[in-house]
């Protein structure tokens, strides 16, 4: 009997790249690398990771969105447990609200690894994520900060901040973690507003052993950061600041604290929109655009969410580069909420608002188009992180030779 040659059919190594990039990154680090060893060797380079969180980065729709839980574990080891948050939305046509979700375990990094003062890492504060890396701190870890990524295990703790003194970590602190697009570098910069003056201090993972201060940022004293954002190698940060022009002669204004990655150099920006009264605002990133989101209390116990995106990168300080993207009613809820109290705007995609709300450790997810508020995600002890899975690791390189 003669033998039947089967047809393989043979895909070229460009589409196999450009249909892998579009898979998020746990299903290709837990499966799609066994698949055959074309495959995994493309998904180990790193100009393939950097190709693939680029992909992500883009987008800005809800069944895109992902995040992960990090949270203090006092009765296991005195351990930090990595999740990530998995949703899904209704079937039905004829509904698109926001339906379930599920917890999904990552690792546990135990005390072993965090050193010998974990048992300060309760209460922690997440900064903001970068290529897939999240960086989160605690108030009471003294001034260090963690770096991890969920996918590849991939984890740093830098080196306590002689810049900044014990305690000194709070409401006036902000932390940011970038990405140097020139020499490829990781760092991580903490500013501290504890005083009459912004004193900027910075860490260069694999290059750094201590950190190293920046140039003062004189007259201006930073308040309540709650968010940071990283575009395009910059770092943001939403400010009320209290600006001194003279002797005795003080003014308030919202400023944008912008960080250029690779020059090692702040802008200090005022905000052209006009912020209610009685409001509280901060950053966040939409689809690759920073996006100024304000909350605010309007008639019948409703909670105004407004969304500006920038859409001139060059420009910051012009209205005319700015475009309010979006107002959410959230009917009924503002009486519960105290605007004072540690709320602001976690998430946002084209379909819904993720906001925390207040002390409480719950997070409440609202309804773009009626405002209605879909479901509450309580974590004990954790934050929640918005983030891109990714395969990059501190060692990869964006540009490397083809891989074919």
């Known amino acids: 009997m003669e033998n039947k040659k089967q047809d393989v059919i ?147 703790i830098t080196p306590p901040n002689t810049y900044l003194g014990v305690g000194n970590f709070d409401l006036a602190t902000a932390v940011g973690c970038g990405f140097c697009p020139v020499s490829y570098e990781y760092k991580v910069v903490v500013l501290d507003g504890n005083s009459e003056v912004i004193k900027p201090s910075i860490f260069t993972i694999g290059t750094d052993h201590s950190w190293r201060a920046l140039r003062v940022i004189p007259h201006h004293n930073i308040i309540n950061v709650v968010t940071t954002v990283y575009l395009k190698g910059m770092l943001y940060w939403y400010v009320t600041s209290t600006i001194e022009y003279s002797f005795r002669t003080r003014s308030s204004k919202s400023t944008l604290l912008c960080f250029d990655v690779s020059k090692e150099e702040f802008d200090v920006i005022v905000v052209p929109i006009e912020i209610p009264e009685r409001s509280v605002s901060n950053v966040v990133e939409k689809g690759e655009k920073l996006c100024l989101v304000t909350l605010s209390y309007a008639p019948i116990c409703s909670l105004l969410i407004n969304v500006y995106v920038n859409i001139d990168d060059d420009d910051l300080s012009n209205l005319n580069s700015w475009k309010k993207e979006f107002t959410v009613t959230a009917p009924s809820i503002a009486y519960k909420l105290d605007l004072d109290d540690n709320v602001y705007t976690l998430i946002v995609t084209d379909e819904i608002v993720v906001i925390q709300l207040g002390d409480s450790n719950d997070r409440g997810f609202f309804h773009v188009a009626t405002g209605k508020l879909l479901g509450l995600l309580s974590t004990r002890h954790g934050t929640l992180i918005p983030y891109k899975s990714s395969l990059v690791a501190f060692c990869h390189r964006p540009l490397l030779p083809s891989l074919s």
Request: net charge neutral; with cysteine; charged share 20%.
């Open 10 to 156: 043979s895909v070229p190594k460009e589409v196999v790249i450009e249909i892998l990039r579009r898979v998020p990154g746990h299903d290709l680090a837990e499966k799609l690398k066994m698949v055959c060893m074309q495959w995994c060797s493309i998904i180990h380079t790193g100009s393939f990771a950097y190709l693939h969180i680029e992909q992500r980065i883009k987008s800005s729709s809800f069944s895109q969105m992902e995040a992960v839980i990090v949270a203090f574990d006092g009765n296991e080891n005195r351990s930090v447990k990595i999740s990530s948050l998995e949703w899904h939305t209704n079937d039905n046509e004829n509904d698109h609200l926001f339906e379930d979700w599920k917890t999904k375990h990552l690792c546990t990094a135990k005390d072993a690894l965090l050193g010998q003062n974990f048992n300060r890492l309760q209460n922690m504060v997440w900064a903001n994520s970068v290529n897939g890396f999240v960086c989160f701190w605690s108030y009471f870890d003294k001034p260090r900060l963690h770096i991890f990524n969920p996918v590849t295990k991939e984890y740093l």
